[in-house]
């Protein structure tokens, strides 16, 4: 069964900084997923990647399968980024993903 | 489209009571997913449907959860009886095909007390 890390747990920044998360898996994949949770609790999906880097406005995913490895960059980090984002794998069957437990973020004016 | 409707958005009920939880995805969506999230354990896969027959339901906590899919329009997702161990919120999520990017509902907060 994949296990995923992601790191930090929380993360607290001021408007205008470089942020980055990390999530780490244990067993190679197809494809992660990266998700943000608005403090109101919706879900969105904000990336699925299986190679390389996806951009989407100021964020930016990165994937190195061979060392098990994303990252979700943020860049000028605005306070409408304060979310909690979480990454996802793909889990023992097709579909079932298995998630991390988040990195809250939270952007100070 | 309207994206993945849920409801009840909250739903507060009493232990031992049926609960139903309901799900429209979109529109198209060949795959229908069900979660729960509690602050202990994150975001849990319950059960998946790809065409409306369940394909994983491994993550189903114990025979007092059902899940059915009648028609590529609407899922239900029971708990009979209920428990408060069974409180969180329960998001359904809906794809074009099961490896391809999911859209999630605005989830349904159970309480059961």
């Known amino acids: 069964k994949n296990e995923v890390e992601q790191s930090p747990q929380n993360l607290t920044a001021q408007e205008g900084e470089f942020i980055t998360i990390n999530c780490s898996y244990s067993v190679g994949i197809s494809a992660l997923h990266w998700l943000q949770q608005h403090p109101g609790g919706g879900i969105v999906s904000l990336f699925m990647?299986?190679?390389g880097k996806k951009k989407h406005g100021r964020l930016i995913a990165t994937i190195n399968i061979q060392e098990k490895h994303s990252s979700l960059h943020i860049t000028a980090s605005h306070p409408r980024d304060s979310a909690v984002y979480i990454c996802?794998?793909?889990?023992?069957?097709?579909?079932?993903?298995?998630f991390g437990k988040g990195t809250k973020l939270s952007v100070k004016p | 489209d309207a994206g993945v409707i849920q409801s009840p958005r909250h739903e507060v009920t009493e232990m031992g009571q049926e609960v139903t939880l309901r799900c429209k995805p979109i529109s198209g969506h060949n795959s229908l997913f069900w979660y729960r999230q509690t602050m202990m354990r994150g975001l849990e896969l319950l059960i998946y449907?790809?065409?409306?027959?369940?394909?994983?339901d491994s993550g189903m906590p114990e025979d007092r959860f059902s899940a059915k899919m009648p028609n590529a329009s609407f899922s239900t997702l029971k708990i009979q009886p209920s428990e408060p161990r069974d409180s969180a919120v329960y998001f359904c999520?809906?794809?074009?095909?099961?490896?391809?990017?999911?859209?999630f509902g605005p989830g349904t907060r159970l309480t059961v007390t």
């Open positions: 999520a809906s794809s074009l095909l099961a490896t391809y990017e999911q859209y």
């Open positions: 990647l299986s190679s």
């Open positions: 996802a794998v793909p889990g023992g069957s097709q579909g079932n993903l298995i």
């Open positions: 449907f790809n065409n409306n027959v369940p394909i994983d």
